[in-house]
């Protein structure tokens, strides 16, 4: 049984700084992407940074310059540091890996259950 586990959100004044973990347990052969997704009420689920097992990124464009990926593929965790936050980026963030179980001979995507991140003006 794969988990993707959440934490590190709550509540910040515009401005302020939160980091979001993404702990990834099971029993796990390989782990291509993660990535970190928000949705904010009325609105689509939106790709907000993702990291490929060789280090690259990529960004929203809301938030770069503001946000930062990392990975530790020893702890199979990702991060999410996000500076400089606005109004605007509150929403529900949602990790994502893309990963492949023993046993299983596909890669398949999977999801936390959503870390609430509320930044007030």
């Known amino acids: 049984q794969v988990q993707l586990v959440e934490s590190g ?4 004044q515009a401005g302020g700084s939160l980091r ?9 052969r390989n782990i291509n992407t993660m990535g970190w997704y928000r949705q ?3 609105k689509q689920r ?7 097992s060789g280090g690259s990124t990529n960004y929203a464009d809301s938030v770069k310059g503001r946000f930062t990926i990392s990975r530790d593929n020893a702890k199979n965790t ?5 500076d400089s936050l606005k109004p605007e980026d509150t929403a529900v963030y949602y990790c994502n890996a893309r990963l492949l179980p023993w046993g299983s001979s596909a890669f398949n995507d999977y999801w936390g259950q959503g870390t609430q991140v509320t930044v007030s003006s």
């Open 46 to 52: 939106e790709l907000v940074a993702i990291i490929r």
């Open 78 to 82: 990702a991060y999410l540091q996000m």
């Open 40 to 42: 904010a009420p009325g």
């Open 9 to 12: 959100g709550g509540l910040v």
């Open 20 to 28: 979001l973990s993404c702990a990834v347990s099971g029993s796990i």
